[in-house]
Nanobody, 128 residues
Framework: QVQLVESGGGLVQAGGSLRLSCVASRRDFDLYTMGWFRQVPGKEREFVAASRWSPSRTYLRDYADSVKDRFTISRDNAKRTAYLQMNSLKPEDTAIYYC??????????????????WGQGTQVTVSS
């Protein structure tokens, strides 16, 4: 099973920025879809962003509507690391953020059920 190790969470004021990192142990990381999800206690885990390989030999990026234009997912294949740059943070972005990995490269990568590897989670708290 692929191991994912996250870092980068913390406390930030509204309007601020944070960058999350996720290091994966998978050898063919360049073909691996990396996703970010978040969860608030008492609520379901929700999709945030995904980076997936496409047949056109580029990476497609998917975003939840709530974070589009504020968050950016990226990856450094040489370091087997995925990133989530979060700008213009809002109090409603407060959650535990999880990175996840899957071999699924279709748009279905928006759904957590398709992921088989998960990080331990990192807390992001945005104060108003």
């Amino acid at each position: 099973q692929v191991q994912l190790v996250e870092s980068g969470g913390g406390l930030v004021q509204a309007g601020g920025s944070l960058r999350l990192s996720c290091v994966a142990s998978r050898r063919d990381f360049d073909l691996y879809t990396m996703g970010w999800f978040r969860q608030v206690p008492g609520k379901e885990r929700e999709f945030v962003a995904a980076s997936r390989w496409s047949p056109s030999r580029t990476y497609l990026r998917d975003y939840a509507d709530s974070v589009k234009d504020r968050f950016t997912i990226s990856r450094d294949n040489a370091k087997r690391t995925a990133y989530l740059q979060m700008n213009s943070l809002k109090p409603e972005d407060t959650a535990i953020y999880y990175c996840a990995g899957t071999a699924v490269t279709a748009e279905a990568a928006r759904y957590s059920m398709h992921y088989d590897s998960w990080g331990q989670g990192t807390q992001v708290t945005v104060s108003s």
